[in-house]
């Protein structure tokens, strides 16, 4: 009798990663709490600015911020959005080092999973144990005390973050 040693590797390899996708899903909502476009806290979904599918920046918990399933959805078709709150909250040169580490190919080996789920697990927990004491996200507002409004009513800036993506992604 032969033993597939590469088909319980591939199934351990796979539910290693929904853990790890189930985990960095509960560490940002918790974080975050809210919808970071819209500012809801309704139907709260774990997002990625850069899709689950570039394996390198799937678990950053830069990439990752929490949306409301609409703007997640609208993310799809209208990434200006959720790249203005970004570039917003962050900066540009965060966003070119995400897309950069988002182009490198990355396959995640079993040990590296471990690891991650382990570091994970345990973020989680200082979460849990400081969430009495965890205050507001920071944000950095330019116009208003609403990050929101920032993100959502500033129309040029929308449309230059949006050209900024375009650029860096080189589109």
Same mark, same amino acid.
């Given at each position: ?27 940002v909502r918790k974080r ?13 979904t774990c997002s990625h ?7 390198? $920046?799937?678990?950053? !918990? %830069?990439?990752? /911020? ?10 799809? #078709?209208? @990434?200006?959005?959720? $790249?203005?709150?970004? !570039? %917003?909250?962050? /900066? ?10 988002? #182009?490198? @190919? ?6 590296? !999973? ?47 973050c949006y050209g900024t ?7």
């Open positions: 009798m032969k033993i597939k040693l590469g088909s319980n590797t591939a199934k351990e390899r796979k539910k290693l990663i929904k853990q790890c996708d189930d985990l960095v899903s509960l560490i975050d709490r809210y919808c970071v476009t819209c500012g809801t806290k309704e139907r709260l600015l850069i899709k689950r599918g570039r394996a390198a $920046t799937r678990f950053n !918990l %830069i990439n990752c /911020n929490c949306q409301c399933s609409s703007c997640n959805f609208r993310h799809n #078709s209208y @990434p200006e959005y959720y $790249t203005n709150w970004f !570039l %917003i909250r962050y /900066n540009t040169e965060e966003f070119r080092v995400l897309v950069k580490q988002a #182009s490198e @190919p990355k396959k995640w080996s079993l040990l590296e !999973l471990r690891e991650l789920k382990e570091n994970l697990q345990k973020q989680l927990r200082d979460l849990e144990e400081n969430s009495k004491d965890f205050g507001e996200v920071q944000y950095n507002s330019r116009n208003s005390e609403n990050p929101f409004e920032d993100a959502l009513q500033s129309t040029n800036s929308a449309k230059t993506a375009k650029a860096v992604r080189g589109l």
